[in-house]
């Protein structure tokens, strides 16, 4: 094989780590959430690992739906933001998707295809309310209205309502039990299944949970947390990101390093070139002394990511080679840790990961 970049996705672990989420919500039901093709594990080979126990899958929109049936993928589909045409109804329909819905725009849209088509029965809606992260979602004065709305057409076999939260992230901050007293002021005395909780909402919130779980960073075993976390511990890497050293040289003191010389040899240094580079979607924002690992410890980055290369210092890897092979997160080094590195999250390290990398599955 030529360029050996490869993304190693352990479909057991993803399994496993969908599991570990079910755990913390014994009665509770679950989305396994797997948008932006899985969050760049691979939509398909991963809805595959996991259909024989999931409730339903969630994607962002149609196209990743349709992508997922057209692959055999039978399980319920949710559409996080609902349909965004009426053309998209019919699809809907024929597929068994469900949808958000989020705005009176859609609910009128709705109403004026089930009007036009009255024998189609049998839709799935998950009402979003926007309980204060102020992004999608109706406003909580609209619930009333619009639940009676949708319990008078005849279309409409189920109804959810869903919310989102802004900071479960953020165990201290009090955002998200504001939120929770909204959804329950709004909701109450209503005998309708709630979904509420994404990750950091199953792992942090219990009294978030009700009947549907919304996992997603979770399932790739990162954590949305940037503190360490009982239940990320319980968490095995979905992903292993690896290169390998295509080139060592030895650069004397005082030379610099890369694009814009940012990195400076102190002392004769010698330097492996890797090949992964921000094309592939390791970040540019990765500094130098960003860690990767090779040969059972870890290295440093040393100078500047490039488009298809970066560069690390090889100091105390005396035994590297040409072909080595370099971990850049994973099984040795968390992508939390390589995120908080680049001042990111890892829900972009891993989705951002390009066409040009190669996903092998085990
Ligand atoms: C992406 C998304 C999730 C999953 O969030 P994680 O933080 O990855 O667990 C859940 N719900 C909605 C509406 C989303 O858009």
């Keep these: 094989m ?15 780590n969908y599991r570990v989420a079910k755990a913390q919500a014994q009665h509770s039901k679950a989305v396994a959430i797997i948008k932006a093709d899985a969050y760049g594990h691979g939509a398909v080979a991963v809805a595959t690992a996991l259909d024989s126990e999931v409730d339903a899958f969630g994607v962002a929109a149609i196209e ?37 819905l989020h705005s009176l725009e859609q609910l ?45 057409l005849k279309g409409v076999e189920s109804i959810v309502v869903m919310s989102h939260f802004a900071c479960a992230d953020e165990p201290h901050r009090p955002d998200t039990l504001r939120q929770l007293e909204v959804l329950g002021a709004s909701l109450q005395g209503l005998d309708i299944p709630r979904s509420f909780s994404n990750s950091a909402g199953v792992m942090h919130w ?14 790739y075993g990162a ?27 030895e650069v004397p003191a005082g030379d610099a390093v890369g694009y814009g010389a940012s990195w400076t040899a102190t002392t004769p240094t010698r330097i492996a070139t890797l090949a992964v580079g ?45 072909r080595d092979k370099v971990e850049l997160w994973g099984a040795n080094l968390s992508v939390n ?13 891993l989705s951002g990961l390009t066409r040009r990398v190669k996903r092998h599955y085990i």
Aim: with cysteine.
């Design 2 to 16: 030529a360029r050996n970049l490869i993304a190693q996705v352990d479909l057991a672990a993803i399994v496993h």
């Design 64 to 100: 990743e739906a349709l992508e997922l049936r057209e692959a055999g993928i039978q399980r319920p589909i949710l559409l996080l933001e609902g349909f965004f045409e009426a053309s998209e109804l019919p699809l809907i329909h024929q597929h068994r998707f469900w949808s958000s």
């Design 108 to 152: 009128a849209v709705l109403e004026a295809y089930l009007q036009r088509y009255p024998d189609v029965h049998g839709l799935h809606i998950w009402l979003k309310i926007d309980s204060g992260m102020h992004r999608l979602g109706v406003n909580p004065v609209h619930i009333p209205e619009m639940l009676k709305r949708l319990q008078a």
């Design 206 to 219: 219990p009294s978030a949970h009700h009947q549907w779980l919304r996992p997603g960073i979770m399932l």
């Design 223 to 249: 954590s949305p947390f940037a503190e360490a976390h009982p239940v990320a511990d319980q968490l095995k890497p979905g992903m292993t990101l690896s290169t390998e050293i295509i080139a060592i040289r």
């Design 278 to 322: 921000y094309a592939d979607g390791y970040s540019r924002h990765a500094p130098s002394g960003t860690p990767v690992w090779l040969n059972g410890r870890r290295a440093a980055i040393a100078g500047r990511v490039s488009m298809d290369m970066i560069t690390i210092d090889l100091t105390g890897h005396d035994d590297a080679v040409v």
């Design 337 to 349: 840790e390589i995120a908080a590195c680049c001042n990111t999250i890892p829900y972009t390290l």
